[in-house]
């Protein structure tokens, strides 16, 4: 008797382990979420969106992005930070989980509860005006600056594009008023409607609006020339020290298991490899530069010790 109840115990252990193994397989079986911290219509929302589109085979049950926006990003990183750790609920981290807790509006968000999925974008920050702006140059915007008050847009307090501000300004010994919106989309409407002097942010952001001719881009803060756009010198050529930009990525709460991690990275690297992703980006002039979770996990390690000395220098935190 004491025999046959122990193989029956051994028989229902190996059925409950085997039940759980398949369990975890079936990932994904029910609907994912993708947080957006920003607006819809932005440089985050617009590639992500895109990404997602193409990676959507992957998800038989479905999947679908949704914008919490709020504190340059915060709102939404952080309720995907503390979301459940299963896979259900993925976010799209970007620059600024490197820089707005360095700048004192991070709230809980942090980089090191994160577990990095992929990144398919990264992207110079552009300082644009409209067509009818009377400043023609970089040289002429900083040099009014100097005199006047200018209004210069940014996507929130301690997001990449504020910091893009606030890096020209000091290299160029000037001041701006800084005017956060919660992502560039809003920021660039604004411009559009004559309330800014500049604005801050990707180049394929404002492309439409350049391209229609409402905008002119003055100079771009990056090391070299955009491939996208040759004809718009550096702020580095122009004799400003200053480079700077944006990535964006997906990730997922640090104690997701590892096999739904690799099953989201394989989906997303794959997605953004595609034919219809990259024709999409080469048409919104977004530059396509992807990094699979163990490369974008060092690049997020590094930037946040360089923002936070960045930071630091410029005394954002008070």
């Given at each position: 008797m004491k025999k046959r109840m122990v193989a029956a115990?051994?028989?229902?252990?190996?059925l409950t382990v085997s039940s759980g193994c398949a369990k975890k397989a079936?990932?994904?079986?029910?609907?994912v979420t993708v947080v957006c911290p920003f607006a819809a219509g932005g440089g985050n929302d617009t590639i992500i969106?895109?990404?997602?589109?193409?990676a959507k085979d992957k998800f038989p049950k479905g999947i679908a992005v949704e914008n919490r926006t709020g504190s340059g990003g915060t709102v939404g990183m952080s309720y995907g930070q503390n979301a459940k750790p299963d896979g259900y609920t993925i976010t799209n981290i970007a620059v600024e989980l490197v820089t707005l807790p360095h700048a004192g509006t991070g709230g809980d968000v942090y980089y090191d509860k994160w577990t990095p999925i992929m990144m398919p974008n990264y992207s110079c920050s552009v300082i644009t005006v409209r067509a009818d702006s009377p400043y023609q140059t970089l040289d002429e915007l900083l040099e009014a600056s100097k005199t006047t008050e200018l209004q210069a847009g940014n996507s929130g307090v301690g997001a990449i594009w504020h910091l893009a501000n606030v890096a020209l300004e000091q290299a160029a010994g000037t001041k701006f008023t800084h005017v956060p919106f919660e992502g560039g989309s809003l920021m660039i409407t604004s411009l559009l409607g004559g309330h800014l002097d500049f604005i801050s942010c990707s180049y394929a952001e404002v492309y439409p609006h350049v391209a229609s001719g409402e905008f002119r881009v003055l100079a771009a803060l990056a090391d070299e020339r955009m491939a996208e756009a040759p004809d718009i010198p550096t702020a580095k050529e122009l004799g400003y020290d200053v480079a700077i930009g944006a990535w964006r990525g997906m990730g997922c709460p640090?104690?997701?298991p590892e096999e739904i991690v690799k099953y989201l990275e394989d989906a997303f690297m794959e997605a953004a490899k595609s034919e219809k992703f990259t024709e999409f980006m080469n048409n919104a002039m977004y530059p396509i530069i992807i990094e699979d979770s163990e490369t974008f996990g060092k690049r997020i390690e590094a930037e946040n010790e360089m923002y936070k000395q960045l930071i630091e220098s410029m005394n954002m935190a008070k």
């Open positions: 115990l051994m028989i229902l252990a190996a079936e990932y994904p079986d029910k609907p969106r895109a990404l997602v589109d193409c640090k104690d997701t």
